[in-house]
């Protein structure tokens, strides 16, 4: 299962796998990145849709200002894909 949440402006995702190990990864712009902070998704993270978080990894990929915009299909593949590692 996989959420989203908004963490000050920070696009993060929370894997929760069949072995009910957490892990949570942040958008860098470019790729998927550890984000090890629970308390801080916990106290100031607000919950996304799938929608909401693709239009803030789009934001996130507009701010870093030297990478290329993602297609709507790139982008959303980038969203739920393991594969993508910063």
Do not use: C, I
């Not at 402006?9 to 796998?17: E, K, Q």
């Not at 919950?47 to 299909?73: F, H, M, N, V, Y």
């Amino acid at each position: 299962m996989l959420h989203f949440f908004d963490v000050e402006g920070l696009l993060v995702r929370r894997w929760v796998p069949g072995r009910r190990r957490v892990a949570m990864e942040a958008w860098n712009g470019d790729g998927w990145m550890p984000y090890p902070d629970v308390d801080n998704v916990s106290r100031r993270g607000n919950r996304l849709t799938p929608e909401k978080a693709l239009a803030l990894l789009q934001a996130a990929r507009a701010r870093s200002g030297t990478l290329p915009p993602l297609s709507d299909a790139a982008a959303a593949a980038a969203l739920s894909s393991r594969q993508r590692r910063a």
